[in-house]
């Protein structure tokens, strides 16, 4: 089956139930194991701007998807496994969803019928939600000692369950039934971790349509370098701009010419906000709230504080030259894509000296580890090892003392700034995370709290200075199926270089040089194999390909 196949094929969502009751049996006490379960979840509702009856854009709450593939609002999922019997290898999963009525007709799109929705749906019966409350009698009937499931109840990160439903189990009729929060969210995160065929064909969907909207951006910058795009109202004509005449001039422009094309591709969400930062901005890790993405480029000098600018191309102005971080995906399906591609501004499409330098060593670090990734490796390792390459780097550069600097030393090793925990100050976040139907995939999987694989005593993981590990959202040994970002970036943040302003590790008149830099971040989706691993990123990263298209030439 091709992969086109195989994202056009039905979503696999008994399997994902299978693979959830498996994980949750594992969790639960010896004596709840043999009972049977029931796990019962609603799905998101339509959200409105507030006070208005203007709604916002629809999206599904991820674990309702993974064990359903519904994408109708104000859906209910009912499911019961037992081991040991037919139940255990074909569980039966009932989805309710609203019935259409005229309103709906003549506002929106309705909700399917239950016969196409039985038909799109791998689920054993489609009703509509007054049927819900019968099914679950029948349960507690059938399956009188069974635990039901549910999502973390009074959390706003998740539907409520109605306590009508919950209210139905818990009567004197079902002496053994019981009710339970706990187990659920854990359960779906150690299934949802590892993923399956068709949802990494999902996910490269996502980074397929994500790697040529980051081209998208780059070309349109080189075709302006060109002179391809003339500014100024209209571009020479009494009319409004096409897009084929539209300028990034700032970052709003940037990211809308990422996200219409992403959109124009059928993508209907992005996975996350935007991150679309310049110049010496480029430093704010998640640069894209409280106002963010709409500064201008910076023209001339680039001071500590960069500002709104109000001169533009077309009167004469020349860009000062500066990196544009873009950190930006999009979702098919509720599949995440998450690519981040730095590139030059100004300067002809081309890196300062000082930028290349630092996007070069970026780019060391990101290849060093995706060379070493596999099943069976932690981690923390290959956080380690991230590191490792920015600290020889920056003594390679000189911004990092070595042991032959002058008035120098052995103080001044690369194991003694390992040591120190100083490279955290340009590089504060973790190597990568988890990536799914979330951008930042499940958490309590892919960074556990009760974690023996990070024990001290655990020899086969070297875990460097606490500090690397502060915002590191995956700590466990890789596997096959996985499918995690590799991000590592080097920041020249005046706050977070506060703490080493005064080091003896650090040559400051060198450090100098670079700050205006800002950051630079390198991001590729990667899904882990049998035997290494493969990248799902198409966009290309090496400088060469990334000065000829921001340049025009390519």
């Known amino acids: 089956m091709s992969k086109q196949d195989v994202i056009r094929s039905m979503y696999q969502a008994t399997k994902h139930v299978l693979r959830t009751c498996e994980q949750l049996c594992a969790l639960l006490p010896a004596a709840e194991k043999t009972k049977p379960q029931v796990l019962l979840l609603a799905g998101g509702v339509v959200p409105y701007r507030n006070d208005t009856d203007r709604e916002i854009a629809f999206r599904q709450e991820s674990n309702f998807h993974y064990l359903s593939g519904c994408n109708v609002p104000s859906s209910y999922l009912l499911v019961a496994y037992q081991p040991g019997t037919s139940l255990r290898t074909t569980p039966s999963v009932e989805l309710f969803i609203p019935e259409a009525n005229l309103a709906d007709m003549m506002w929106s799109v309705p909700p399917p019928s239950l016969a196409a929705a039985t038909e799109t749906h791998d689920v054993t019966r489609v009703d509509h939600p007054p049927a819900l409350p019968a099914a679950i009698t029948k349960l507690t009937k059938a399956l009188p000692n069974a635990l039901f499931h549910t999502l973390p109840r009074g959390s706003p990160l998740f539907p409520a369950v109605s306590e009508e439903f919950l209210q139905l189990i818990l009567t004197p009729e079902n002496e053994g039934g019981a009710v339970t929060d706990f187990y659920l969210l854990s359960a779906l995160h150690h299934a949802r971790l590892i993923k399956d ?111 709104h600018n109000t001169s533009s191309l077309s009167a004469g102005k020349e860009l000062k030259p500066q990196v544009l971080l873009i950190d930006a995906g999009c979702e098919w399906t509720c599949y995440a894509a998450d690519i981040t591609r730095t590139m030059p501004v100004g300067n002809g499409g081309k890196f300062t000296p000082e930028a290349k330098a630092i996007y070069e060593l970026v780019l060391e670090m990101q290849k060093a580890c995706m060379d070493i990734l596999k099943p069976g490796l932690h981690w923390d390792a290959a956080h380690l090892l991230s590191h490792r390459v920015l600290v020889r780097g920056f003594q390679r550069l000189g911004i990092f003392k070595s042991p032959s600097s002058p008035n120098s030393g052995s103080w001044a090793s690369e194991e003694a700034i390992l040591a120190s925990g100083q490279s955290a100050a340009f590089y504060p976040h973790g190597l990568g995370h988890s990536l799914g139907m979330d951008v930042h995939d499940v958490p309590s999987a892919s960074k556990p709290t009760d974690n023996p694989t990070i024990s001290p005593n655990n020899a086969a993981v070297k875990l460097g200075h606490t500090s690397f590990y502060d915002y590191l959202r995956l700590r466990v040994p890789l596997g096959a199926g996985m499918v995690v970002t590799v991000e590592p970036g080097i920041y020249f943040s005046p706050n977070l270089l506060a703490s080493v302003r005064e080091s003896a590790l650090i040559d400051h008149a060198v450090l100098k040089r670079y700050e205006s830099v800002g950051g630079v971040r390198i991001e590729d989706v990667v899904h882990i194999t049998p035997d290494g691993m493969e990248s799902l990123t198409k966009v290309k990263s090496d400088v060469e390909w990334i000065e000829g298209v921001c340049s025009g030439a390519l």
């Open 197 to 307: 065929e068709h949802e990494v064909s999902l996910i490269q969907k996502a980074c397929d349509i994500s790697s040529r909207a980051h081209e998208v951006v780059m070309r349109v910058l080189g075709a302006a370098v060109k002179g391809g795009i003339v500014a100024g109202t209209g571009a020479g004509v009494d009319r409004p701009l096409l897009p084929s005449e539209w300028l990034i001039e700032k970052e709003a422009e940037a990211e809308a010419i990422f996200v219409a094309s992403c959109r124009r591709e059928g993508a209907v969400h992005q996975a996350y906000l935007p991150i679309v930062a310049a110049s010496t901005r480029a430093s704010t890790l998640h640069y894209c709230c409280n106002g963010g993405n709409d500064k201008e480029f910076a023209w001339g000098p680039i001071g500590a504080h960069d500002h």
